[in-house]
């Protein structure tokens, strides 16, 4: 045995619990008893675990255990609104400081 081995037999991360338990369930054929038995999980927990694996794969939609921490914004992000409050003072002091008269 490797001395890493059970960074993947026995993960701490949740997510990383979930993938495992899954890969075991799915590329290993193991039964879903023996993966919850063997990652520590419920039964139960297991087999809300892979309806809802299936749900986001038949959505196409990555599994929770693929998104990232930090995921990247799906749309333009705005501009705060005390930002936009200090651009239009910065504005209007240029324009002063421009246009006024000498």
Known sequence: ???HDNF???PKNPLHKQYE???AFYVEGRSAAE???ALGLAKNYFDKLRSLFHQRVRA???PAFLSSANPAPS???STPPFKKRSLRYANK???FWIFAPP
């Open 21 to 23: 338990a899954l890969r």
């Open 8 to 10: 993947f037999l026995k």
């Open 35 to 37: 993966v919850a038995r």
């Open 93 to 95: 002091i240029i324009r």
């Open 75 to 77: 749309r333009k992000l």
């Open 1 to 3: 045995m490797h001395r």
């Open 60 to 62: 196409d939609e990555p």
